[in-house]
């Protein structure tokens, strides 16, 4: 198939273009490069695929409407996985218009794209964050998620939003994923698993909010990619008869689904895991919570297991020793 992803230079877009490469699809990726981090890792990623001759990457910003208008009319895309997106929480207190171009008319155009194209299946990237401070656990897609506490979460909520009025109006399928805390190699410099494993080797303190009381559902990202490539062949249908009282139930051709492991990990542990990974004795420097932060998540994984047949299989020990093995590699320490 010929294949668009959205964010090709990212965590998650590099390993889902790789994937999605080895079984020889065509894959046109596009990604800004903006520098929210080092963008020499963005790159290394792009030449970690230049290998692949189905595999084309052009430097295009989502919200550069002709652009993207010109991407779409030049070639016809089977599938659309887009990953794109200002990321980051904390960096959407200081920073909050560049989640508005972004993640609101970036995510709007590549809409207009599906819709004038009719690609047959779009799948986009939402986030754990639009569960906010949600008490219940697990946090099931069927929660109401109105009051998000970040910026960056809002935005995640709207693209759901903004897709479902799409696929009412346009017949467009389209499935979501809240992605739960994505690690593995090749990840994000900003997030903690690049950060912990940086401060242990380098014997600095390692900044620990809320005191160590957090705990997140730690997702591999081989884990994540293998829902994505399962996902994209799981076509949502219109139901006519459904209710629509929810996004499990509604009318369009929409879906919804958490991607995580599917079991929550205290943030100490995984500290400790690391240690075991490193060698090292970690120094933890204790810290208040932070704005826009949560106590914990955790994903009921029950419906895409249901609708393709798959669980996160890679284990917190496990994933934190791939990563810190690549991690020493491509820093050569």
């Given at each position: 198939?010929?294949?668009?992803?959205?964010?090709m230079?990212?965590?998650i877009g590099?390993?889902?273009?790789?994937?999605?490469?080895?079984?020889?699809?065509?894959?046109?990726?596009?990604?800004?490069?903006?520098?929210?981090?080092?963008?020499?890792?963005?790159?290394?990623r792009?030449?970690d695929?230049?290998?692949?001759?189905?595999?084309?990457?052009?430097?295009?910003?989502?919200?550069?409407?002709?652009?993207m208008?010109?991407?779409?009319?030049?070639?016809?895309?089977?599938?659309?996985?887009?990953?794109?997106?200002?990321a980051?929480?904390?960096?959407s207190?200081?920073?909050?218009?560049?989640?508005?171009?972004?993640?609101?008319?970036?995510h709007?155009?590549?809409?207009?794209?599906?819709?004038h194209?009719q690609?047959?299946?779009?799948?986009?990237?939402?986030?754990?964050?639009?569960?906010?401070?949600?008490?219940?656990?697990?946090?099931?897609?069927?929660?109401?998620?109105?009051?998000p506490?970040?910026?960056?979460?809002?935005?995640?909520k709207?693209?759901e939003?903004?897709t479902?009025?799409?696929s009412?109006?346009?017949?467009?399928?389209?499935?979501?994923?809240?992605f739960?805390?994505v690690?593995?190699?090749?990840?994000?410099?900003?997030?903690?698993m690049?950060?912990?494993?940086?401060?242990i080797?380098?014997?600095?303190?390692?900044?620990?909010?809320?005191?160590?009381?957090?705990?997140?559902?730690?997702t591999?990202?081989?884990?994540?990619?293998?829902?994505?490539?399962?996902?994209?062949?799981?076509?949502?249908?219109?139901?006519p008869?459904?209710?629509?009282?929810?996004?499990?139930?509604?009318?369009a051709?929409?879906?919804?689904?958490?991607?995580?492991?599917g079991?929550?990990?205290?943030?100490?542990d995984?500290?400790?895991?690391?240690?075991?990974?490193?060698?090292r004795?970690?120094?933890?420097?204790?810290?208040?919570?932070?704005?826009g932060d949560?106590?914990r998540?955790?994903?009921d994984?029950?419906?895409?297991?249901?609708?393709?047949?798959?669980?996160?299989?890679?284990?917190?020990?496990e994933?934190?020793?791939?990563?810190?093995?690549?991690?020493?590699?491509?820093?050569?320490i």
């Amino acid at each position: 198939m010929n294949i668009l992803i959205t964010g090709m230079a990212g965590f998650i877009g590099h390993a889902v273009a790789k994937r999605l490469a080895a079984e020889g699809h065509d894959i046109v990726g596009i990604d800004n490069l903006n520098d929210y981090y080092d963008v020499s890792l963005k790159q290394a990623r792009l030449d970690d695929l230049a290998a692949w001759p189905n595999v084309r990457f052009e430097r295009l910003d989502l919200a550069d409407r002709a652009g993207m208008e010109r991407l779409f009319a030049d070639t016809r895309f089977e599938r659309v996985i887009h990953l794109a997106a200002q990321a980051g929480v904390r960096y959407s207190l200081d920073n909050p218009h560049v989640y508005a171009q972004s993640n609101l008319v970036g995510h709007l155009n590549v809409l207009e794209g599906c819709r004038h194209q009719q690609v047959p299946h779009l799948i986009y990237a939402s986030s754990s964050s639009v569960y906010g401070q949600n008490a219940q656990v697990p946090f099931s897609t069927a929660d109401a998620v109105d009051h998000p506490i970040s910026l960056y979460a809002a935005t995640k909520k709207a693209n759901e939003l903004m897709t479902h009025s799409y696929s009412h109006l346009y017949g467009i399928p389209a499935t979501g994923l809240r992605f739960f805390t994505v690690y593995g190699p090749w990840g994000r410099p900003d997030m903690a698993m690049f950060k912990f494993t940086r401060a242990i080797l380098a014997d600095e303190p390692l900044p620990v909010f809320n005191h160590g009381d957090l705990s997140r559902d730690f997702t591999y990202i081989d884990d994540i990619v293998e829902g994505v490539v399962r996902i994209m062949q799981a076509i949502p249908e219109a139901d006519p008869d459904s209710p629509g009282a929810s996004p499990d139930q509604s009318t369009a051709p929409f879906a919804l689904y958490n991607i995580g492991h599917g079991s929550p990990v205290a943030l100490m542990d995984f500290v400790h895991a690391l240690e075991r990974a490193t060698g090292r004795t970690a120094r933890c420097d204790f810290k208040p919570m932070q704005p826009g932060d949560v106590p914990r998540t955790w994903a009921d994984t029950d419906a895409l297991f249901e609708k393709v047949g798959y669980r996160p299989q890679v284990g917190v020990d496990e994933g934190v020793a791939r990563f810190v093995e690549w991690y020493r590699s491509f820093h050569g320490i």
